[in-house]
């Protein structure tokens, strides 16, 4: 099955779970967001990645200048892993870490979730790459992901048990829109994956693909 039809089949089923009002709000919230042009704002194929040094799930700093020094990065955001979406993505990834490798490749994934939330999801999934945490989402701004989460969402969340000030250690009600950018040696985008709908992400397929195109 691929990732698509993974995240198809946990969108439908959330049809089938949420109350229609509930479902309005979400929607709604996402049309305004694709409506704002984020996804076509953000960083691009052919631009230089920004540079950072974020902590990983053990509270190690991670520098870009060291992982794209030494070859192609695939760097992934996601939302936190409360989120269903984002997990699936991740095991997906994870799957496909060894293909990704031994292209000579380095896979991370940012959130703005705190270390201890991110070892968190690192253990629940097994994910055997970095989980790097971007604390206020000060790098998924330089890439031009961030965004803020209307307060009707915010409250529906919390109805669920998403405690967004709790996960990320802030108030802001920031979260990156989810992308996945594969980096070629020296910090230049190869290929950008960004679409403001949460539920829809790049296939590890279309990924692997652009690291072979790459090594060409």
Request: glycine share 8%.
């Amino acid at each position: 099955m691929s990732l698509k039809d993974e995240l198809d089949k946990l969108r439908a089923a959330s049809v089938e779970r949420f109350p229609p009002e509930t479902l309005a709000t979400m929607q709604g919230a996402t049309k305004d967001l694709i409506a704002s042009g984020i996804a076509e704002q953000s960083a691009s194929e052919g631009s230089a990645a920004p540079d950072f040094s974020l902590p990983n799930a053990h509270g190690e700093p991670v520098a870009s200048e060291a992982l794209w020094g030494d070859g192609p990065v695939v760097v992934s955001f996601y939302r936190g892993g409360w989120c269903p979406y984002c997990n699936i993505e991740l095991k997906a990834l994870q799957d496909r870490l060894p293909e990704i490798e031994a292209l000579g490749a380095r896979l991370v994934a940012i959130s703005p979730e705190t270390p201890d939330n991110a070892l968190t999801t690192q253990e629940k999934n097994e994910i055997g790459f970095d989980v790097l945490s971007d604390d206020g989402n000060r790098v998924a701004s330089a890439f031009g992901l961030t965004f803020r989460l209307p307060d009707a969402v915010n409250d529906l969340y919390r109805g669920f048990g998403i405690d967004l000030e709790t996960s990320n250690g802030e108030a802001s009600q920031t979260l990156p829109v989810p992308a996945t950018f594969v980096i070629g040696k020296g910090g230049t985008v190869i290929k950008a994956f960004v679409d403001a709908d949460y539920t829809r992400r790049a296939e590890p397929d279309e990924v692997i693909a652009a690291l072979k195109e790459a090594d060409e």
